[in-house]
């Protein structure tokens, strides 16, 4: 009997810990023990997922983001604070350090309670700026919420990401408007390809202090349109991520069921409902890893059957034809690669399927790459129940010796990064299996060449033995000086 309630409790832990392909353990950074009850209805989604919650006060003198030098939880949420920073267990340095470990960081901002300068230090370093004010806002005077910000302007009402950059997965698109109440803008570097903008502000969005006198009127705007980004996701190299909202209560329960109206709305002063919670469940679940997650089941390559007339497709002495990941090949075999990948869905995994317009790339590369191809899915070898896809490409091997790699490289925005290298050896042809002369057609001139000087050689030779010799010579004798003696 205690067996079996302990393969249940095992089975009940492998099943809550999979809901993240990285891990269950949130650490929620909350200064005021009374703002838990705002975020009622998030913590229950994310305890109904599977996340074991722990909620420290960032003054906690015990409270660390590391145990025995490794990162002590998965995910870390940060929620505003109105000291100058979240102390020194938390500084800018320890976060990054947080993130290079592995582990993933959801920061939420607000401007009613200002933005402490640690955050603007930490942000930088993904190369994230906000406003120089500490309560700059976001206001939009077209696109608010009439019921709550009728005279402020302060409440955006956005669709979510609908991004029209092809081949990228949306993780993010829900139906309905969400709100943004008093949101913080971020402004994007342009230099760092592992940043991406979820949701940008409409054109017609700017950032304003609502402390500076309004006498003076705008005349140095931090950014505008576009150029402002309200919920930004950054992903590491090591494909830790961490994701930047810029209206902490976009979370509270508050908007989770709140209606609002558009200006020149039709639905009158019963508005519509936000789209506030799904949205913060996509918001959420990406970031701490349970969409967009990649996974390298297997990766082979062999020798390919060749039907090249006149070539047979051999390696080295130690490899045969069905050996799988042999060491060295020789110059201009025909190779078979394969990778199987899945994607993490939330629960389990799923065949992995790249977006319309995307191609998964496979480079057979020295210094350089020698050949670059699109691998395609192999039907004959998909099997549901695998839950994954079986990439497939086949080449011939370039004309050059050497040291050579497999090279699988596929980054992607809100995708985990997959790279998979195989190292290699090519070598040239053997001497005993270089084609014969006789069926080049290219030597045909030369074969004729020595085979015509060999017959000439023989015919000379034959006319020289069997040719018949001249006549006998007359031998002269001449007689002395001055006739007989």
């Known amino acids: 009997m205690r067996l079996r309630l302990f393969g249940l409790a095992l089975g009940l832990l492998g099943f809550v810990s999979a809901l993240s392909a990285q891990g269950q353990n949130l650490l929620v950074v909350i200064e005021d023990e009374s703002d838990k009850t705002k975020y009622s209805q998030f913590w229950s989604d994310l305890q109904d997922r599977g996340f074991q919650l722990s909620y420290r006060s960032p003054k906690d003198t015990t409270l660390s983001l590391f145990l025995h030098g490794e990162p002590a939880y998965s995910h870390l949420l940060l929620l505003p604070t109105k000291s100058k920073g979240f102390g020194p267990n938390l500084t800018p340095n320890l976060i990054v350090d947080f993130v290079n470990g592995g582990s ?70 829900v139906d309905g408007l969400v709100a943004f109440p008093h949101a913080v803008g971020q402004v994007l570097g342009n230099a760092s390809p592992l940043l991406a903008s979820v949701i ?25 349109g576009a150029q402002l980004t309200l919920v930004s996701a950054f992903q590491a190299r090591n494909s830790a991520r961490f994701t930047v909202l810029g209206s902490s209560a976009a979370l509270e329960d508050k908007w989770f069921d709140a209606s609002v109206s558009l200006p020149g709305s039709t ?31 297997s990766v082979t390559h062999r020798l390919a059957e ?67 191809l699109n691998l395609t899915p192999s039907p004959d070898t998909a099997n549901p129940q ?65 085979w015509a000087t060999v017959l000439g050689w023989l015919g000379f030779v034959g006319l020289w033995v ?8 007359r031998e002269l004798k001449v007689g002395g000086v001055g006739g007989k003696k």
Do not use: C
């Open 104 to 173: 993933n960081v959801l920061l939420a901002l607000s401007a009613e309670q200002g933005i402490p300068s640690a955050v603007s230090s930490l942000l930088l370093e993904l190369d994230i700026s906000l406003p120089p004010d500490r309560n700059s806002l976001v206001v939009d005077h077209f696109n608010y919420d009439t019921q709550s910000a009728g005279e402020k302007h302060d409440v955006l009402l956005l669709p979510s990401s609908a991004t029209s950059k092809k081949a990228i997965k949306n993780f993010f698109s």
């Open 200 to 224: 940008k502000a409409p054109a017609t969005a700017y950032t304003y202090n609502p402390k500076e006198d309004s006498t003076e009127g705008l005349e140095d705007v931090f950014a505008t």
């Open 267 to 297: 639905s009158g002063k019963s508005g519509q409902k936000t789209a506030n919670k799904a949205f913060a469940h996509a918001l959420s679940a990406w970031t701490f890893k349970e969409l967009g997650v990649l996974r390298v089941n």
């Open 306 to 372: 060749d039907t090249r007339a006149g070539i047979t497709n051999s390696t080295a002495v130690s490899a045969a034809p069905g050996d799988v990941n042999p060491e060295i090949y020789r110059i201009k075999n025909r190779v078979h690669y394969a990778v199987s990948l899945s994607e993490y869905s939330g629960t389990h995994w799923i065949p992995f399927t790249p977006p319309a317009g995307d191609a998964v790339q496979l480079e057979f590369s020295m210094l350089s790459p020698f050949h670059r």
């Open 386 to 450: 695998d839950n994954a896809t079986l990439y497939t490409a086949e080449f011939v091997l370039p004309d050059q010796h050497g040291i050579f790699n497999f090279f699988l490289e596929y980054r992607r925005p809100f995708y985990t990064n997959v790279e998979e290298k195989r190292t290699v050896s090519v070598r040239h042809f053997a001497h005993d299996e270089w084609p014969r002369s006789f069926v080049i057609s290219a030597a045909f001139p030369w074969i004729g060449g020595i």
């Open 466 to 473: 069997y040719s018949k010799p001249g006549g006998a010579r």
